[in-house]
C-alpha cells in the first residue's frame, strides 16, 4: 500500500468593519486526494473474500462564508447576527484500472452506498422501477410498477448546502438566543415513512379507501395505464415498500436547532456575599422543524440516519424517532 496523498489550495478572507460590527470570513478551496485507501470484496474462489487497495482519487471542491452584524452595541443593549454558508461539491474523478464502482456499504443485495466514477461520493444505488424511452414509468399487468433488470444511481446522499442563521441579544444581564439550520438536498433512502404510508397511517393516506386507484405511468406495450388496483396495493406495492427508488425522499430540512436564555445577576448585588457571581438559565435544543421533502404527517427528521459512523450516508432503516430536549441550570462561583 501507498500512504493517501491530500494536495489543497485554499483562498480565504477575513474581513472586519465598522469598529468591528460587521465581520467577513470567506473561504474557496479546491482539494484533491488521490490513492485513497479502501477494501476490495474479492471472489472467495481466491481463498480470500477481501483485500485493501489505493484504489481512488476524489475531488472536494467547496464555499465557506460566515457573517457577523452587531446593527446595534450600546451600555445595556447589544444585538447580534450572524450567518454561516457552506456548499461542498466532491467527485469521485478515478478508480484503480479495471474497477468501474464499489461499494461503501451495502444495505441489501441490491441496495446500498458506492463509489462510481465521475459520480458523487457515496451515490445510493438500487433497482429502480422501468421507463420507457420517454421517461414514464411502465406498469405491469397486475397495475404495480415493473422493477428495472439492473440497479442503477437512485440519489446523491450529499447535500447541495447548508445555511445556518442566528441571533444574540444581551439586555442588562438577560442573554436570548437562537440558532436555525436550513439544509438544501441531499437525498435519502428512508424506510420510516414509506412503510408508514404503506400501512396507511399517516394523514396523507385519510381518503375513500374503497376508490381505484390507477398508478401514472403506461403498460407495457405503450399506451397509458388504465388497471385500476386498490389503495392497498398501491401504496403497499406502488408506493414504496416494494420499490426501492419510491423510498428516495429529498432530505431537504429547516430546524430551529437550539433557543436559550439566561440571566446573570449584576456584581453589586453579590458584594456581600461568598459568591462571585450568580447565573440560571434555559435552553432547548431540537425544539421545531420541518422536513421539506417528506410527507408532513410523518413528522419526519432528515438529521435521523442509520449508518452511524462511515463514510456512507443517505439511509434511515426505522430509527428512533428525534427528541427535544429541554434543560436548565443555576450556576454559582465563589
Known sequence: LKPELHTELELGVDARFWDNRIGLDLSIYNKQSSDLIIPLDLDPSTGFTRTTVNAAEIENIGIEVGLNVTPI???????????????????????????????????FTDLGSYA???????????????????????????????????????????PDFSLNYGISVNFKGINFSALMTYVGG???????????????????????????IIAPGVKEDGTPNDIQISSTVHYWQNGGVFQPEMR????SFIKL??????????????????????????????????????????????????TGVGNARGFELMNVPASKQIGGSLKFTF
Open 257 to 306: 436547532r437550539e433557543v436559550s436564555l439566561g440571566y446573570a445577576l449584576p456584581a453589586k448585588y453579590l458584594e456581600n456575599t461568598p459568591f462571585g457571581s450568580a447565573s440560571i438559565s434555559f435552553s432547548g435544543q431540537n425544539l421545531w422543524f420541518r422536513a421539506l421533502g417528506f410527507p408532513a404527517g410523518g413528522n419526519f427528521d432528515p438529521e435521523v440516519l442509520s
Open 248 to 251: 428516495i425522499y429529498d432530505g
Open 73 to 107: 452595541r450600546r451600555k445595556n443593549l447589544e444585538v447580534t447576527g450572524n450567518i454561516n454558508f457552506t456548499k461542498n461539491e466532491n467527485t469521485v474523478k478515478a478508480l484503480a484500472p479495471g474497477l468501474e464502482q464499489f461499494a461503501i456499504l451495502g444495505i
Open 116 to 158: 462510481i466514477a465521475g459520480q458523487p461520493y457515496g451515490v445510493i444505488q438500487g433497482t429502480p422501477i422501468e421507463r420507457d424511452a420517454a421517461g414514464n414509468r411502465v406498469v405491469a399487468s397486475n397495475g404495480v410498477y415493473k422493477a428495472a433488470s439492473e440497479i442503477s444511481v437512485l440519489g446523491d446522499p450529499n
Open 186 to 212: 441531499g437525498d435519502i433512502f428512508s424506510t420510516t415513512p414509506s412503510t408508514l404510508m404503506g400501512r396507511g397511517i399517516l394523514a396523507e393516506t385519510d381518503f375513500d379507501r374503497f376508490i381505484p
